[in-house]
């Protein structure tokens, strides 16, 4: 199994938090692995009620205790899935309601890049997934911005096209200063900011250097345990060299 072969792998640095994101029905058998060598769990979805008859759904009231951690608007939920922001908002408000920390994650299409359209996508994404929410709760978001240009198919997220660290830069000054508008200063300063699109041991380095980022979302080099413990390394040389991850 995956988590057993980075159990063995990816070292424990204090400075550096790892969480991993198995399918709903790989979630209780790899928690008993997660918690013991310090990995935090991740949902990779859920549903925002928390009762009712709504066959083949896990509502975050299920996963409390659980998970640490949960995605809300992953592209491939807004863009599969026809996710409205409505549904995101609620699911942000469900995973505090129980506890769990929702990851919002927010990109703009290729088309909409080549229009100049990213931060007005930024935007909106975030003031949909975001309101009724207090500044407290804010305080402790984690927000994933994963352009969906630069996602991969999962398998050549190796020679993907990304965009620059600073490009990347200018995005997370545009989520902050979002943030801040909604929040305040203290908020947009506390939330943590991650990169996610074709993340790789040979590219994170630079993607964690970017100003204003602080983590990464590691899509399909995460399958594979001796590329994701690199990446794991990566942060922490880059902790080291003065910047929070």
């Not at 928690?31 to 859920?46: E, R, T």
């Not at 994933?144 to 620059?164: I, Q, R």
């Not at 200018?170 to 508008?181: F, G, M, N, W, Y």
Request: charged share 20%.
């Amino acid at each position: 199994m995956l988590v057993h072969k980075l159990t063995g792998l990816v070292k424990n640095h204090n400075d550096v938090e790892i969480g991993i994101a198995p399918s709903l029905l790989s979630l209780q058998s790899v928690s008993l692995q997660a918690h013991s060598h310090h990995f935090k769990l991740v949902a990779q979805n859920f549903y925002w009620r928390d009762e009712g008859a709504y066959t083949g759904e896990i509502s975050a009231n299920q996963l409390r205790g659980l998970v640490q951690y949960a995605l809300v608007g992953h592209s491939e939920r807004r863009h599969i899935f026809a996710e409205p922001s409505r549904e995101i908002r609620n699911k942000v408000q469900a995973a505090y309601r129980h506890g769990i920390t929702p990851v919002l994650c927010v990109g703009e299409t290729a088309s909409e890049r080549a229009m100049g359209e990213t931060n007005d996508v930024i935007h909106d994404q975030l003031v949909g997934g975001l309101s009724n929410i207090t500044g407290d709760e804010a305080s402790t978001l984690v927000v994933a911005y994963e352009p969906v240009w630069a996602l991969s198919n999962g398998k050549d997220f190796a020679a993907h096209e990304t965009p620059t660290p600073a490009e990347i830069e200018k995005v997370t000054r545009a989520i902050r200063s979002q943030l801040k508008h909604l929040f305040g200063d203290e908020v947009a300063t506390s939330v943590r900011v991650l990169y996610g699109g074709s993340v790789t041991s040979d590219n994170a380095g630079s993607f964690l250097q970017a100003k204003g980022v602080d983590g990464l979302l590691v899509g399909g080099a995460s399958l594979d345990a001796h590329m994701f413990a690199a990446i794991v390394e990566k942060a922490h040389s880059t902790e080291i060299k003065g910047k929070k991850k």
